[in-house]
């Protein structure tokens, strides 16, 4: 650690996302002002949105698109998570067979085929992200998560998946730390990559259909329009309004607060918070190995994840997900220094090899989840109106996947994707405050108390597990 005080490499550490903090970022669009109209409107800039538009364009060259966004593209969630780009479309293969049990060979299938045309679309449009398939790699550092990495195995195993389990000595082979005693790596099933960088390259593929886009553009409202749908819009410093009358509209705004009442009571947005390191020096890299750059995570309730970046830092957060009472949304909330100091204590026991690095940024940002930890869609206004939220930290991948699903159902079409259980059920809602945020204080610190008696879930826990409300991460 460096010093007593895990604070101390914290320092210098700047306050805002580290993908977002660099020159390639691209100057924003102008704001959308005065009276427009769209065939679609698209209402939000991160993956989702801009899968979404690139797709409709794609299927229909003359429809005419628009997206809006309050911020710029990818600002929020799409530019400040780890860059993990799973297959799973279901938070998990675990939560997949327990919740969809009847269609997950389906489900799997289909998270592969996304995971493959993501990568396809990055090679197409040439989209620098660095997307590299090295799996991700499950670190047990208690003694009873190794029969939990066993038990996923042979899971994993039966659905066709390429893992491979590893005893101490093994695991400590591929990323050198004393915290663990084993691991299970899944070797074809997640990609990693730069998660500003991908949000830019959508962006850009999205202009060169000719998808119109307008950035520092909130909606402020919907309402029927005839047979249409009009968004009422606040653009620019100096929020002058405007509106768009859309044939249809996609609704793609992850945890920020819905333009539809009935999403309110299925989403609660959760701070997740993250560290970057600076740039490892080669005897830093040396020390903990890590050749094949997979992504990583523990499997504690309260879990890290981490991984090494192209330029070789080491991005580590996770452990703390924090609700705000009132599904509570403020860039205030983005920087909390006791969430910062413990992820540096913690990221110091698991590489104390690398006392004396620092932290080159921390920030935080939120997170939509709802009680399946997997996306949920439907419609609105007499099917003109698609959404897809949920995804539970899980989006980088499984967005593209929602995108397919919006317009499908904006299409009426009875297609393989709209028959999906995943698609035409919802999860059960959250309570009302104040019962909503007790209920999730109570579970948050029954989820710690677990990891420190050993995994053992108290009576609060084995109800959430029965009611099929079991959260593990």
């Known amino acids: 650690m460096t010093g007593p005080h895990p604070g101390r490499s914290l320092t210098d550490a700047a306050p805002v996302p580290y993908w977002l903090d660099r020159p390639e970022r691209p100057d924003p669009l102008p704001p959308l002002h005065g009276a427009d109209t769209a065939d679609l409107l698209v209402v939000g800039g991160g993956y989702s949105g801009l899968w979404t538009a690139m797709l409709a364009k794609r299927d229909d060259p003359g429809r005419d698109v628009l997206l809006v966004e309050a911020g710029t593209c990818g600002w929020a969630a799409s530019g400040r998570n780890g860059g993990f780009c799973a297959a799973s479309l279901t938070h998990g293969l675990a939560n997949g067979v327990e919740r969809f049990p009847d269609e997950i060979d389906v489900l799997e299938r289909l998270g592969r085929e996304n995971l493959d045309a993501i990568a396809a679309t990055i090679a197409e449009y040439d989209i620098d992200c660095d997307f590299a398939r090295t799996g991700e790699l499950a670190v047990a550092v208690e003694p009873y998560q190794l ?116 999403l309110r009571a299925w989403i609660v947005p959760v701070y997740d918070y ?11 890299r040396r020390a903990i190995g890590w050749a094949n750059r997979q992504g990583l995570a523990d499997t504690g309730n309260q879990f890290h994840y981490y991984r090494i970046t192209a330029d070789n830092r080491i991005l580590f957060g996770g452990y703390d997900a924090v609700y705000h009472f009132g599904n509570r949304v403020a860039p205030t909330l983005e920087q909390r220094w006791d969430t910062f100091c413990t992820l540096a204590g913690h990221f110091f026991t698991t590489f104390p090899q690398l006392d004396g690095l620092r932290f080159s940024h921390r920030w935080g940002g939120v997170i939509d989840t709802c009680t399946r930890f997997c996306p949920f869609f439907g419609t609105a206004y007499e099917g003109r109106l698609a959404y897809a939220a949920g995804y539970t930290g899980l989006g980088v991948g499984a967005t593209r996947f929602g995108a397919r699903v919006m317009l499908d159902l904006l299409a009426g079409a009875d297609t393989p994707l709209t028959r999906l259980d995943l698609v035409r059920t919802a999860p059960l809602p959250f309570p009302p405050e104040p019962v909503r945020a007790a209920g999730i204080h109570l579970t948050r610190w029954s989820l710690a108390r677990a990891d420190a008696r050993q995994g053992r879930r108290n009576v609060w826990l084995r109800t959430l597990d029965r009611l099929g409300l079991g959260f593990d991460s």
């Not at 593929?205 to 009009?230: K, N, P």
């Not at 993250?274 to 830093?284: G, I």
């Open 147 to 262: 029969d939990g990495l066993a038990a996923d195995a042979e899971l994993a195993r039966r659905y066709g998946h390429d893992v491979r389990l590893l005893d101490a000595g093994e695991v400590r082979a591929e990323v050198n730390s004393p915290t663990y005693l084993g691991g299970l790596w899944d070797r074809d099933r997640v990609a990693l990559l730069d998660p500003a960088k991908l949000a830019w390259g959508l962006r850009r593929a999205c202009l060169s259909l000719g998808v119109r886009i307008a950035e520092h553009t909130r909606v402020t409202g919907l309402r029927r329009d005839g047979a249409a749908l009009r968004a009422t819009t606040a653009g620019g410093r100096d929020h002058l309004p405007g509106s768009v009358r859309a044939g249809q509209m996609v609704l793609a705004t992850n945890a920020f607060p819905p333009l539809l009442r009935r």
């Open 274 to 284: 993250a560290l970057m390191t600076e740039p490892l020096a080669d005897d830093e």
